[in-house]
């Protein structure tokens, strides 16, 4: 599936993949779900440690964009590339997947470490 195109259950199965938690286990939102793609308080220390960066984009309605700005000694390709959501979280998620993933993803969540 397209990094882009992750949203919901799935964008929160590959982030808690990668922060090294199982999909659906309890953690911080009040659902006892970790849902860092509509909880502020899973997302924000991932947003903070990796520095992602996130705006919302001129002249294209209520879309956002965000790209992993980390440690200036990785290179762009480390970064990833720029991505979009329909919210703040959404944006920043699919930005910390596709700086570790790439654009595509396999949803059988077999992330290699």
């Not at 999909?23 to 849902?35: A, L, N, Y």
């Not at 947003?47 to 956002?64: F, S």
């Amino acid at each position: 599936m397209k990094t882009a195109d992750l949203a919901g259950d799935a964008l929160d199965a590959v982030v808690a993949r990668l922060e090294g938690r199982a999909p659906g286990v309890k953690g911080i939102d009040t659902d006892g779900h970790f849902s860092p793609s509509t909880d502020w308080a899973a997302a924000g220390p991932i947003i903070e440690r990796l520095k992602i960066h996130v705006a919302p984009m001129p002249g294209k309605g209520w879309v956002w964009c965000a790209i992993v700005v980390t440690e200036h000694e990785r290179s762009a390709a480390d970064r990833g590339t720029w991505m979009e959501g329909r919210t703040p979280l959404v944006a920043a998620m699919r930005a910390y997947v596709v700086s570790r993933l790439g654009d595509e993803v396999t949803l059988d969540l077999s992330i290699p470490r």
